[in-house]
């Protein structure tokens, strides 16, 4: 197809179309539209809307948003449905096992509505990234240095203590998950650049610093920072030994997501009993090896219907709004403005969170005296806002503005390696999976700040050149 043509973005949206056209037939229009994301992922990467970056191979520039980020959010946010839909038609795993819930009658209505507006929400990302897509990107600047994991060290050793610092200091808080992240993804390839330059000193403080990460995963309480603690170890170690290090991580990543929801699920009942983080851990991984087969197939399905998949409470959402609830209209974008002066210059600033919660309650998502935080979506808040208009609008400028990023950073630090892979996916992790307007608007505009400061420390100390 003419890659001119801005007909040829249509394509991206027949999945939705098909599945509106067949809403009345709930199961046909939620097979359409789940199978309609792998359609959007191979109209992505196929090169019929647009061609793929080709100033160097696939598997060395997968950081851009057009690649990790679009298979982690969409992939989260479209696929994993699949549990809560085959759960609800009577099956656990390949079993028919009958409902283990008592649902109500339109629940396969529900599901297919928000399924329709999940492929919506797809299209119009992939839209947005292909939109603003155009490589190469003009260096201003390129990055010259005698060893790429010196450099790297260098960076998350100074970045993990400031991080913790200004985490305690009201008026830099706003900088710790920043310079945390970015500590985090610097130390993780500096640990890949070692083993490709041989260097025995820098492969074991790397290391040390990566098991260090991956131990404070453990004690979060979350699963996604230890699987992501894996994939970018495994990402970044895929241009050094290329396509045979895929078998390895998948197998890790698969066992990840099978032992973690008992280790998660332990972990949070215990931290409520007062034990010291570091026993809680233990216990919790002890509680893994302890439990046989089926419990761990019980809790891992479990995860599988309600915290991996979030369909569940986006029904919940669609159901009440606008039944129950009016659109919010431009109040939660103005909340989110709100989110980004710092509690130093406005110590009177509603808290976030509070604000975040009013419409969970609001959607009786969870009662109010729960003490569970059930932060809705981004494509939920979009939602909320205006509808479907909201859910394209929302989705297109999260992909818009996420390759715009992307794109500057490649622009300052020479390139995709500094400018995507560390800085890019170091400051703007929030992009991989989303989050509720408030606290993504946030996190990337701090980012955005934190990402400057970094090229002007960088270019002072000699570290970015001038290009011409």
């Known amino acids: 197809m003419n890659s001119t043509n801005p007909l040829r973005y249509l394509l991206l949206y027949v999945p939705f179309l098909l599945a509106w056209a067949t809403l009345k037939e709930y199961h046909a229009s939620y097979i359409i539209a789940w199978l309609g994301s792998f359609f959007i992922f191979y109209l992505s990467y196929s090169g019929l809307l647009k061609k793929l970056p080709d100033d160097m191979k696939i598997i060395e520039q997968l950081m851009r948003p057009i690649f990790l980020m679009q298979v982690i959010f969409a992939g989260y946010m479209c696929c994993t449905s699949i549990f809560y839909y085959v759960n609800a038609i009577g099956y656990q795993y390949l079993d028919y096992t009958g409902n283990s819930v008592m649902f109500k009658d339109d629940i396969y209505s529900s599901i297919a509505k928000c399924q329709m507006f999940y492929v919506l929400g797809h299209a119009a990302l992939v839209h947005g990234i292909i939109a ?65 330059e041989q260097k025995k000193t820098n492969f074991w403080f790397a290391g040390a610093l990566f098991v260090s990460n991956l131990m404070n995963a453990l004690v979060s309480g979350f699963k996604e920072p230890i699987i992501i603690c894996v994939l970018l170890l495994g990402v970044f170690l895929l241009p050094i030994y290329g396509k045979k290090v895929i078998p390895v991580f998948s197998i890790l990543l698969v066992m990840l997501f099978f032992i973690l929801p008992t280790f998660i699920g332990n972990f949070r009942k215990l931290a409520g009993q007062g034990l010291a983080l570091n026993e809680v851990r233990d216990q919790s991984i002890d509680a893994v090896f302890n439990s046989d087969q089926e419990a761990l197939q019980d809790d891992n399905w479990t995860f599988l219907i309600y915290r991996f998949s979030e369909i569940d409470m986006f029904i919940k959402y669609v159901n009440t709004t606008p039944s129950f609830v009016p659109y919010y209209k431009i109040k939660l974008v103005e909340d989110a403005a709100i989110s980004i002066i710092p509690r130093f210059f ?56 996420a390759q715009w990023i992307s794109m500057k950073a490649e622009q300052l630090f020479g390139g995709y390696f500094m400018g995507t892979a560390v800085m890019f996916a170091g400051l703007y992790q929030i992009f991989w999976r989303g989050n509720s307007f408030e606290f993504l608007v946030n996190a990337v505009f701090w980012s955005f700040v934190t990402m400057y400061i970094f090229y002007m420390v960088l270019k002072a100390k000699g570290v970015l050149e001038r290009v011409g």
């Not at 830099?172 to 998950?177: A, E, G, M, Y």
């Not at 509603?350 to 729960?370: C, F, T």
Request: proline share 4%.
């Open 132 to 196: 603003k897509m155009d490589y190469p990107i003009e260096k201003k600047h390129t990055v010259y240095t005698s060893s790429m994991s010196n450099l790297l060290l260098g960076i998350s050793v100074v970045c993990l203590p400031l991080g913790y610092i200004f985490g305690k200091v009201g008026a830099l808080s706003q900088f710790s998950v920043q310079l945390t992240g970015l500590s985090f993804v610097a130390g993780t390839i500096a640990l890949a650049f070692a083993i490709k």
């Open 346 to 401: 406005w110590p009177g600033k509603p808290i976030i969170e509070d604000m975040v919660m009013q419409r969970v309650y609001n959607a009786g998502v969870v009662d109010r005296q729960s003490i569970v935080s059930a932060k809705p979506a981004y494509i939920v808040d979009c939602y909320l806002s205006y509808g479907m208009i909201g859910i394209w609008i929302g989705l297109f400028l999260y992909g818009y503005i």
